[in-house]
T-cell receptor, first 114, second 112 residues
Framework: SAVISQKPSRDICQRGTSLTIQCQVD?????MFWYRQQPGQSLTLIAT?????????ESGFVIDKFPISRPNLTFSTLTVSNLSPEDSSIYLC???FGRGYEQYFGPGTRLTVT | QQQVKQSPQSLIVQKGGIPIINCAYENTAFDYFPWYQQFPGKGPALLIAIRPDVSEKKEGRFTISFNKSAKQFSLHIMDSQPGDSATYFC???????????FGAGTRLFVKA
């Protein structure tokens, strides 16, 4: 299993600014992911954070809007740039120890854009 | 082909009842089918998972039934309790793929 922490747990940001979310895992993991979950909705994968290389983004998500870093096997950041009210959502990081195994999720970061 | 269709969207049962949540998939490459439970303000947590070489798996009060030919799987919660009230997500992935596909979620409310 894995213990995942996210910072901040919630934030209120003004339109046009950016928010960087941190994800820390208590052990080295192969795969790290970033998801968006709008209230009452399912999880939408934003990107896979690759250690030592550029993240792999899903359709509809671009690096300029959601830059991701993964400097090592236990840490990643997601930045949500040029915020608009439509970015108000919960952002979750998750990890997998290998393909075909369970994902462990962080507690999420609730972002509100005013 | 990458979708996982989940139903119902919401479900209300009496304490002790057996809620059933259904999911269907199309991609025959999927070979891992987990269920996640999410409480308000928390991240999803793995509840139980199954691989297509078995038709049923039980863990405590939670059972997954899997029908490979129909490409369907379902979650049954035996003797449901108010503490089971949460949102449940089914999912599917394949060991050669790059992501897990989640269903839309089912909000379960168990009345005391």
């Amino acid at each position: 299993s894995a213990v995942i922490s996210q910072k901040p747990s919630r934030d209120i940001c003004q339109r046009g600014t950016s928010l960087t979310i941190q994800c820390q895992v208590d052990s080295q993991v192969t795969m790290m992911f970033w998801y968006r979950q709008q209230p009452g909705q399912s999880l939408t994968l934003i990107a896979t954070a690759n250690q030592g290389s550029e993240a792999t983004y899903e359709s509809g998500f671009v690096i300029d809007k959601f830059p991701i870093s993964r400097p090592n096997l236990t840490f990643s950041t997601l930045t949500v740039s040029n915020l608009s009210p439509e970015d108000s959502s919960i952002y979750l990081c998750s990890v997998e120890f290998g393909r075909g195994y369970e994902q462990y999720f962080g507690p999420g970061t609730r972002l509100t854009v005013t | 082909q990458q979708q996982v269709k989940q139903s119902p969207q919401s479900l209300i049962v009496q304490k002790g009842g057996i809620p059933i949540i259904n999911c269907a998939y199309e991609n025959t490459a999927f070979d891992y089918f987990p269920w996640y439970q999410q409480f308000p303000g928390k991240g999803p947590a793995l509840l139980i998972a199954i691989r297509p070489d078995v038709s049923e798996k039980k863990e405590g009060r939670f059972t997954i039934s899997f029908n490979k030919s129909a490409k369907q799987f379902s979650l049954h919660i035996m003797d449901s309790q108010p503490g089971d009230s949460a949102t449940y997500f089914c999912a599917a992935s394949d060991t050669g793929g790059f992501k897990t596909i989640f269903g839309a979620g089912t909000r379960l409310f168990v009345k005391a």
